[in-house]
Every structure is written in structure tokens, then in C-alpha cells.
């Protein structure tokens, strides 16, 4: 199985900025897409932003230019840097990983969820 921890969240003023990081551990093979959620309260959960293995990426359209995720392979870990931040913003931020694992002695790709970290962006 994996495990995902994630970290950096916190209150912050408008126009501030704030750093999530995700690191997966596990019986892993290989980590393939990686991505960050949101859910505000009583909303649905949305996608915030996305990266392939390969680096590809994809916004929001509420977040571009303002949000940039990226991803150390080498590290198994995914980050989103956020500026310009607005209260709109505030939400639960979760960690999405589909990774390659090793489980009844086979190779199987699986889809993890970070256990939420709370962004509040408030004067």
C-alpha cells in the first residue's frame, strides 16, 4: 500500500502565498499522475491542478497563474506553490496519486488520497 502525508497549510492574508507538499511511501514500483483537490465547505470536491510523470500539467481554470504544481520523481513527492491567494481559496487541499505498487505479488496501479490539509485565506 501507499501512504500519503502531506504538509504546508495554514492561514494566510489575501494575496499571500502558501507551499503544499505530498510525499508517497509505500511499496511503490513506480508513481505515475499526481494531482491536488480541493473542497470547500459544504461544495464538492474539485480539481485543482495536475502533473504526469513526465511533467505535463494542468489548472483550474481558477487557480492559473497563480498556482504552479510540480514534482520530484526522485522523491515520490508532488507540491503545489500558491500566490496571490484569495479567500475563494479556503478549502481542504487533498493529495491524489495513482501509483504502480507491489501487492499479492503483483505489479497493480492504484489511485491514494492524502489525508486533507486546511488552506484559510482571511484579512
Known amino acids: 500500500q501507499v501512504q500519503l502525508v502531506e504538509s504546508g497549510g495554514g492561514l494566510v492574508q489575501p494575496g499571500g502565498s502558501l507551499r503544499l507538499s505530498c510525499v508517497a511511501s509505500?511499496?511503490?514500483?513506480?508513481?505515475?499522475?499526481m494531482a491536488w483537490y480541493r473542497q470547500a465547505l459544504a461544495k464538492e470536491r474539485e480539481l485543482v491542478a495536475s502533473?504526469?510523470?513526465?511533467?505535463?500539467?494542468d489548472y483550474a481554470d481558477s487557480v492559473k497563474d497563480r498556482f504552479t504544481i510540480s514534482r520530484d520523481n526522485a522523491k515520490n513527492t508532488v507540491y503545489l506553490q500558491m500566490n496571490s491567494l484569495k479567500p475563494e481559496d479556503t478549502a481542504v487541499y487533498y493529495c491524489?496519486?495513482?501509483?504502480?505498487?507491489?501487492?499479492?505479488?503483483?505489479?497493480?496501479?492504484?489511485?491514494?488520497w492524502g489525508q486533507g490539509t486546511q488552506v484559510t485565506v482571511s484579512s
Open positions: 491524489n496519486v495513482v501509483a504502480r505498487i507491489f501487492s499479492d505479488l503483483r505489479v497493480k496501479e492504484r489511485e491514494f
Open positions: 509505500g511499496n511503490i514500483f513506480g508513481v505515475d499522475d
Open positions: 502533473v504526469s510523470r513526465r511533467g505535463s500539467t
